[in-house]
Each structure stands twice: as structure tokens, then as C-alpha cells.
């Protein structure tokens, strides 16, 4: 069965640095979704995006986030200066359509981003 | 953000036994509500979802049951199986958007 891939597993990253998420989404899907759960805490969603755009963001996701489908493959997740609270399990899931309605979203294994 | 709860965090049963996990929410523009499963260093999968226009949706041992006038929705799994034990989140959407609205999950343990 087709899956979505994250790398990498586990990224640690002082406080301050960039960081970037990279996700495989599944080949013929065209929604790519970003969530986080930190830990002890639920599974918040950050943004969707298709089509090249952003279609949906929560509060959460502000100016030091970012999106980008690089290539035809890659969706990546940028923190441009991470912070402590930042710390979570950051998954990335894909839909072959966009609402929630019509397609169920399928979630990556997750990376867990530690900042120091 | 309390729209979505799931006010037991644990639940052990007997293999063969019904699993029952409930949920409750808040949001009445919620209309779409599914069902992940998810083992440790795993990503949530899909188990089933139901729309607002139905009150029941089954699929082999897993049925959940939705009860718009409460605001409540159950999965139920019949016959619980070892393999079923994992964290099971319960998650929400108005079917327009795009964004699902999580709980924080129930541990299942399935015991032989």
C-alpha cells in the first residue's frame, strides 16, 4: 500500500537554527497537510496546501513557518528561527482530494523535532 | 481547545470482548468525524469515518455510531483483538474545510 514518507525520524536543532521537514507525499494525491502534537497534547493541525498555494492555515502557523513543494515529489515544512516550543512530532499527511468529505487523510510516521 | 474530547484516556479488555471508545464534541458545524488508529512510532491511519447525515457506518469489525443530539460518537470493535491494542483518536471536520480537529486519544489494550 502506498504510503507517505517524512525524514528525517528525528531531527535535533539548537534554538534559533532553521529547520526543514521534508515529506513524501503519497504519488497521486494533490492535498498535502501539515500537523504537529506536542507532547502530552493533541494533534493540532498547521496548514493544507494545493495547487502551489495554501489553502487553509491555523493560528499556529505563522510568519516563521513555511510551505513548499519544491519538486514534484517533496512537500517541506521551513521554521525559519525554532524555538523551545517548537519541540513536537511534526507529521505530514496527503489526500487525493481536498475535502474531508470525499477522501480520508494519510499520515507519515512523523518527525520528532527536538530543540535545544 | 476543548471541540473535540475524548474523556477516557485508557480502556483494557478482554480479547474476544466489545471495545467501546467514545467521543464527544462541541462544534455543531462539525459534520464529517472520523476514526484513526495509531501504534507507537507510527503515524495516525485511517479507520472509518461517518458523515452527519447517517447515525451508524460499519466496516467488518469496527462500527461507529454517531448521536447528533448529544454530540456524541462511539467506535465500537467487535471482537476486540490483541493486534487492536493502540492509541485511537477521534477527529472532526466540517466537511467543506480542510482541517481535521483531533482529540486526544484513548490507549486501548486488548489482553489475551
Known amino acids: 500500500e502506498p504510503e507517505v514518507t517524512q525524514t528525517p525520524s528525528h531531527q535535533v536543532t539548537q534554538m534559533g537554527q532553521e529547520v526543514i521537514l521534508r515529506c513524501v507525499p503519497i504519488s497521486n494525491h494533490l492535498y498535502f497537510y501539515w500537523y504537529r502534537q506536542i507532547l502530552g497534547q493533541k494533534v493540532e493541525f498547521l496548514v493544507s496546501f494545493y495547487n502551489n498555494e495554501i489553502s487553509e492555515k491555523s493560528e499556529i502557523f505563522d510568519d516563521q513557518f513555511s510551505v513548499e513543494r519544491p519538486d514534484g515529489s517533496n512537500f517541506t515544512l521551513k521554521i525559519r528561527s525554532t524555538k523551545l516550543e517548537d519541540s513536537a512530532m511534526y507529521f505530514c499527511?496527503?489526500?487525493?482530494?481536498?475535502?474531508?468529505?470525499?477522501?480520508?487523510?494519510?499520515f507519515g510516521d512523523g518527525t520528532r523535532l527536538s530543540i535545544l | 481547545d476543548q471541540q473535540v474530547k475524548q474523556n477516557s484516556p485508557s480502556l483494557s479488555v478482554q480479547e474476544g470482548r466489545i471495545s467501546i471508545l467514545n467521543c464527544d464534541y462541541t462544534?455543531?458545524?462539525?459534520?464529517?468525524f472520523l476514526w484513526y488508529k495509531k501504534y507507537p512510532a507510527e503515524g495516525p491511519t485511517f479507520l472509518i469515518s461517518?458523515?452527519?447525515?447517517?447515525d451508524k457506518n460499519e466496516d467488518g469489525r469496527f462500527t461507529v455510531f454517531l448521536n447528533k443530539s448529544a454530540k456524541h460518537l462511539s467506535l465500537h470493535i467487535v471482537p476486540s483483538q490483541p493486534g487492536d491494542s493502540a492509541v485511537y483518536f477521534c477527529a472532526a471536520a466540517r466537511g467543506s474545510n480542510y482541517k481535521l480537529t483531533f482529540g486526544k486519544g484513548t490507549l486501548l489494550t486488548v489482553n489475551p
Open positions: 461517518i458523515s452527519s447525515i447517517k
Open positions: 499527511a496527503s489526500s487525493e482530494q481536498g475535502l474531508v468529505s470525499n477522501q480520508p487523510q494519510h
Open positions: 462544534n455543531s458545524m462539525f459534520d464529517y
